[in-house]
């Protein structure tokens, strides 16, 4: 044979000629491949098979859909099918057939090589594994991969998914007022369109005040609803008893005044009253209520707990709210100043006509009392950053199929069982929890939870739980979880 002048035989030129060609040829036609018709992402760099295609669309698809809908629920796969639950009740499936991978309205086809696909799935909560598998008929090999999924609502705010999850299912009636609820996720919509948590135990817990978000070493609390557009939670617990208000017995005959602009309790739980100085039951001037509950770390104080100015020594440092330089352990910087409506009204006391609606509209409306004897304006609204549940809250925080009853009259096994708020307020039925509506026709008595669950008028220098309420600031990014007992929301 022959030599050329660089010393190949010249069939040996034709030959690396001719599969030069057809390499190049399958290389475009495998690049054409990996842009899907049903707008593909493009990968930047050129690879030999579809599987990274696969893989990052399909997490792509999934994982926006978590975000709106909510983390999967549950999974379930067989016959090349699994079927996916979010957290909102939504269905969908991902599938594999004739050489097709299918989630939607995306579909993927399969280079013609690949033969016997298969497609399984499982999950343990926190990640959701497929395993996509099949034979590649060229090479013999085995053509198996798998998509991770991390399930989680990326980038999702607290609001925007329970917003998400409330899709009305039907419509009861209390008090001749209609109300759309969700009754798969305990949702109620009230006639100023806020969506609130109803029902003996719904998804509404969440860590908060967290040593370090999202979840070392944090507080349960639960989910109030979107009030207002924000975000209200309120503790899993009370932090104690103590006087909504008290005074010297020459005001209100020791009682003290049932207006929270100036309430014993607001100084005890919001910042700006860390020098709060007032007399004790004796006349002497003590540091009391100085704002321990958002400062706790300043250790015990005095904290009013009876008429006439009781004092008792009190330390919330285990209790308060967490401060810290770091953005990841303070919750200070998670809650929003906010308006808290606390018009008054009567419940209890002859008036047994306060039903859910009707709580919602005595707050906000502009009933106060009136020529009260200690000369104090009342007010009503008030901007600060934590105070304690009202009224309606707690009204809508009942299952009315279950318990329709007017306020006062929430005394029955079935209103107690059924409201989710009633063992908080009450530390269980032990202690008389208080509420933020002041009376309308008493210049020193609140709205309370008996601890036989329906609500009254209570002197406000008693002695009764307390149980911190406030928003969150809108933003909030949830980072895991459900909502249920066992794995409450984290966020950060």
Not at 89 to 110: A, R
Not at 353 to 375: C, F, H, W
Request: glycine share 8%; aromatic share 10%; with cysteine.
């Amino acid at each position: 044979m022959k030599l050329n002048r660089k010393g190949y035989i010249t069939i040996e030129v034709i030959v690396g000629a001719a599969l030069t060609a057809v390499i190049a040829f399958f290389l475009i036609e495998l690049t054409v491949k990996l842009v899907n018709k049903t707008d593909d992402y493009y990968a930047d760099t050129l690879v030999t098979t579809d599987k990274a295609l696969v893989i990052k669309n399909i997490k792509r698809v999934i994982e926006s859909d978590i975000s709106s809908y909510g983390i999967i629920n549950t999974l379930s796969c067989s016959d090349n099918t699994c079927s996916i639950t979010y957290a909102n009740n939504t269905e969908k499936q991902l599938l594999v057939s004739n050489k097709t991978i299918q989630y939607d309205s995306y579909t993927k086809e399969f280079n013609a090589g690949i033969d016997n696909l298969g497609l399984t799935g499982t999950s343990n909560g926190n990640y959701i594994l497929f395993k996509i598998s099949g034979d590649n008929i060229f090479t013999g090999k085995d053509y198996t991969f798998y998509v991770l999924i991390f399930n989680q609502m990326k980038n999702s705010t607290l609001a925007s998914h329970i917003s998400n999850l409330y899709i009305p299912s039907t419509t009861i009636r209390n008090n001749s007022v209609n109300y759309d609820i969700d009754a798969a996720h305990n949702l109620i919509k009230d006639p100023l369109g806020n969506i609130r948590y109803y029902g003996a135990n719904p998804n509404n817990y969440i860590y908060f005040n967290c040593a370090t978000y999202p979840d070392t070493n944090c507080e349960t609390w639960r989910i109030i609803g979107i009030i207002d557009g924000k975000m209200k939670i309120m503790r899993g617990s009370s932090i104690g008893v103590f006087s909504y208000d008290t005074s010297v017995s020459t005001i209100n005959s020791g009682y003290g005044i049932n207006e929270w602009s100036q309430a014993d309790l607001m100084k005890l739980l919001n910042p700006g009253y860390d020098d709060n100085k007032d007399l004790d039951k004796d006349g002497n001037t003590v540091t009391v209520n100085n704002g321990l509950y958002y400062n706790g770390y300043r250790g015990g104080s005095n904290c009013y707990n009876g008429a006439s100015n009781a004092t008792t020594t009190c330390n919330l440092s285990t209790v308060s709210i967490r401060k810290n330089a770091d953005d990841t352990k303070d919750s200070s910087r998670k809650i929003s100043e906010m308006k808290y409506y606390i018009g008054a009204g009567v419940v209890g006391d002859g008036d047994n006509t306060v039903y859910a609606d009707k709580s919602l509209e005595i707050e906000r409306g502009t009933t106060v009392m009136q020529n009260p004897g200690d000369g104090i304006a009342r007010t009503t609204s008030w901007t600060g950053m934590i105070a304690i549940p009202s009224a309606s809250d707690y009204a809508y925080a009942a299952d009315l199929n279950l318990c329709s009853n007017d306020l006062y009259s929430r005394t029955t096994t079935a209103c107690k069982q059924n409201n989710w708020m009633y063992n908080i307020l009450t530390d269980s039925g032990a202690h008389k929890g208080w509420l933020l509506t002041p009376s309308s026709n008493y210049d020193s008595r609140v709205w309370r939870v008996n601890t036989t669950g329906g609500v009254g008028g209570a002197t406000n220098s008693y002695a009764y739980a307390a149980v911190p309420t406030l928003y969150l600031n809108n933003g909030i990014i949830i980072v895991s979880g459900d909502g249920t007992a066992d794995n409450p929301y984290r966020i950060s």
